[in-house]
């Protein structure tokens, strides 16, 4: 879609510098993410607490907090989870071993994850099922790509994490390629990435659509609209948050001379802002729209802060809550 500007100036008559926020849209919560609180919500609300729930649902300490208050308990492993309680797999994907294990015990589980990862895992699956040795575009130890790889037999699955490594990775003599992706990877460096494994590898199998996902490629393109005119860019995100990190790399890299992550509002330095006319704020897919206004909160001590948000796409997409779940 065409870019859709909304200004909404505010002029609190204080006496403070203007500011010129950027908002980028879209921003924040995605629709995997929004489904897997839903889940482990609707698990308290079922189940009663606590209901455990295996690595953070999305990174971000905001959401598992208020989880936590709800009656959620957040472990790592599923060693960590008694026998009665119910489990709720973290949006992110587990490896195959993880519902193996739950189901040998007997453990009631929900799985949260997001299904365009749960797509990612079926291609992978698909390839294997016909003699393909996978090259997964990821970044080693993202519990997403140790979801991936651990959909396969170890040795199925080769982790590519740049393009230099494209170039050099050994693979199986004569066996065919495909790749797949992590969702949440850069989108132009991920397309540098392709490119360097088809030079080398002309016959290799692509996904039939894009891996990385529609809110990861939505949220670098809004900030990418924003940074030429943005002095700083702020996003809200979390250090452990890979689509969020990618957008503090984007910023950077598509004009804006700093980009600086913040999980909570009180985390800006207002002096970064100082003598700027004009800023973005955007947010990763993990983080919720209450802590933009946080940010905005915090900048207001400040500044006679003048909002204009930049869209870029409308997302409608949404995805149901497991069988079971519904209400
Ligand atoms: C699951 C898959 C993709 O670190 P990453 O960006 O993957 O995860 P979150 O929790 O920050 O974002 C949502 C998400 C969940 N993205
Ligand atoms: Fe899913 Fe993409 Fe969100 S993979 S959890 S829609 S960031």
């Known amino acids: 879609m065409d870019q859709i500007t909304t200004a909404r100036p505010i002029a609190d008559g204080s006496g403070k510098p203007r500011l010129n926020v950027l908002l980028a849209g879209p921003r924040g919560f995605c629709a995997g993410v929004d489904r897997a609180i839903k889940i482990v919500e609707e698990a308290i609300r079922r189940y009663g607490a606590p209901v455990y729930v295996r690595h953070e649902i999305v990174h971000n ?9 709800q009656g959620a308990i957040f472990v790592e492993e ?44 079926r291609e992978a699956e698909h390839h ?21 790889m651990g959909q396969l037999p170890d040795g199925a699955v080769t982790l590519v994490e740049d393009e230099e490594h494209a170039r050099s990775v050994p693979v199986p003599d004569g066996m065919p390629l495909a790749f797949i992706t992590q969702t949440t990877l850069s989108v132009d460096d991920t397309a540098g990435i392709v490119a360097a494994l088809r030079e080398r590898f002309p016959g290799v199998h ?29 996003v809200v995100g979390a250090p452990n948050s890979s689509n969020s990190l990618r ?47 946080e940010v905005l909160a915090r ?20 995805f149901k809550l497991p069988a079971g779940l519904n209400a």
């Not at 994907?93 to 189901?103: D, I, L, M, T």
């Not at 509002?265 to 955007?282: E, K, M, Q, V």
């Open 61 to 69: 300490r905001f959401v598992v907090e208020s989880l936590e208050r």
């Open 78 to 121: 599923l060693d960590e989870v008694p026998d009665d309680a119910p489990v709720v797999f973290s949006a992110h994907g587990v490896p195959k071993a993880v519902p193996a294990e739950a189901s040998r015990r007997k453990l009631f589980y929900l799985d949260a994850t997001c299904p365009l990862v749960s797509k990612v895992h």
């Open 128 to 148: 294997f099922a016909r003699g393909r040795h996978i090259l997964l575009i990821g970044h080693a130890g993202h519990p997403e790509v140790v979801g991936t």
């Open 206 to 234: 692509a996904p039939a659509k894009e891996d990385i996902c529609y809110a990861t490629t939505n949220r670098q393109a809004a900030v990418k609209a924003i940074a030429p005119r943005a002095a700083l860019m702020v």
């Open 247 to 293: 957008l503090v790399e984007v910023a950077e890299r598509a004009g804006c001379p700093k980009a600086v992550m913040v999980q909570r509002g009180r985390d800006l330095d207002l002096s970064l802002a100082t003598g700027l006319g004009t800023i973005g704020i955007t947010a990763g897919a993990s983080a919720p729209e209450v802590l933009v206004e």
């Open 299 to 318: 900048l207001r001590e400040r500044f006679d802060v003048a909002i204009e948000e930049v869209v870029v796409a409308e997302e409608r997409i949404t």
